[in-house]
């Protein structure tokens, strides 16, 4: 057994002093933010490999995370994750990058028995495990035993140092950038507008990213539906704030769709931590601290997978 630092609180941090719990060890999670600022809680929190890398390890990290999210969907409703069909349109019938990791996935040509789409010939259709990232995140802070202290870090070498722990675990996110001066972690900034169900299914979910400049989807949560969105490279800073231009572009690409979602809720908006690849791995310069982040626009989608190479990465290196 180990005492482990975890620095960040979002659906990384918390998967992974989860899994690190889970395997004996003892953790402290710090974190900057209290409450629900970050990123984690704009995302519509849907299983879906969107803007991630790298090619070759993302699946294998997708499928542990399927795996784990679709026995939750199954045995605890508590855990705010659910089971929705995602049907996600395509020009061609070219398995996608990460088929690997949904052994189910099928091929279709209509939609309820209606010609696809904004003149999609195909779509592909599997399960799609969906969080609801405020019951999720709340399950699983109530289900660790870790302490939760909120303190801003501004050296990863000196908390490791001053929390007198074995090892330390940098989930921080798109910070990541300023505490590692990591050059290759940018921000992706993406916008969501919650509705009211309206005529859309819960059940369901539809995905178009064929062309990331119009990309849009929807993703029913228990009495909600999130319309997203976009995918803009921008400056760390850039303030997450929504703005009315997106809202009615998202509005008016669903009308486009023929789907008619109900009365708008609320907007929201975030940075995804975008990497070419995750950063999952030993600090080059002090092997005990571990780095997990850059997951992009799919930090819910790799999340487990990623908890347990951590694991893995610390049990190897004992
Ligand atoms: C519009 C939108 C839709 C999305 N939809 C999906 C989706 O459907 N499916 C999916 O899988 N993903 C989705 N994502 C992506 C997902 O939100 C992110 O990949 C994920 O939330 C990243 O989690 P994280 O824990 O790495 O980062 P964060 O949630 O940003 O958490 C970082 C943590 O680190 C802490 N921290 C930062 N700096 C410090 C410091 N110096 N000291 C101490 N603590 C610090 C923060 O306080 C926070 O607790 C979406 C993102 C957006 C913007």
């Not at 993302?58 to 399927?66: E, N, Q, S």
Request: charged share 25%; net charge neutral.
């Amino acid at each position: 057994m180990a005492n482990i630092v975890v620095i960040g609180a979002g659906v990384v941090g918390l998967t992974t002093a989860l899994a690190l719990e889970q395997n004996g060890h003892d953790v402290v999670i710090l974190t900057k933010d209290a409450g629900d600022s970050i990123v984690s809680f704009v995302a519509g929190a849907v299983w879906y490999p969107f803007k991630v890398g790298p090619v070759d390890k993302v699946p294998a990290w997708a499928a542990a995370t399927r795996t784990w999210m679709l026995e939750l969907a199954r045995t605890t409703p508590q855990a705010g994750i659910d089971l929705l069909t995602r049907f996600e349109l395509a020009n061609d019938d070219t398995r996608p990058w990460w088929a690997s990791a949904t052994p189910d996935l099928e091929l279709v040509r209509a939609l309820h028995g209606q010609p696809l789409p904004k003149g999609a010939t195909h779509a592909w259709k599997f399960a799609a495990p969906r969080a609801e990232p405020q019951l999720f995140m709340a399950w699983l802070a109530a289900k660790l035993r870790a302490r939760v202290r909120v303190q801003t870090v501004t050296s990863l070498r000196e908390t490791l140092a001053a929390e007198h722990a074995d090892a330390l675990v940098n989930c921080t996110g798109l910070a990541a950038r300023a505490l590692t001066d990591d050059r290759e972690l940018v921000g992706v900034y993406g916008q969501v507008v919650i509705t009211e169900p309206g005529s859309l299914a819960l059940n369901e979910c539809l995905g178009d990213e064929r062309d990331e400049r119009e990309m849009f989807y929807t993703i029913p949560r228990r009495s909600e539906v999130v319309l997203g969105g976009c995918a803009e490279p921008s400056p760390d800073d850039r303030p997450t704030v929504t703005t009315p231009e997106m809202t009615q572009t998202i509005l008016r690409r669903a009308a486009q769709l023929g789907l008619q979602p109900g009365r708008v809720i609320r907007e929201r908006a975030g940075l995804r931590p975008f990497r070419p690849s995750v950063r999952l791995e030993h600090d080059r310069e002090e092997p005990r601290i571990v780095h997990n982040y850059g997951h992009g626009g799919a930090g819910y989608t790799l999340c487990w997978g990623c908890a347990q190479e951590v694991v893995r990465l610390l049990k190897l290196a004992r």
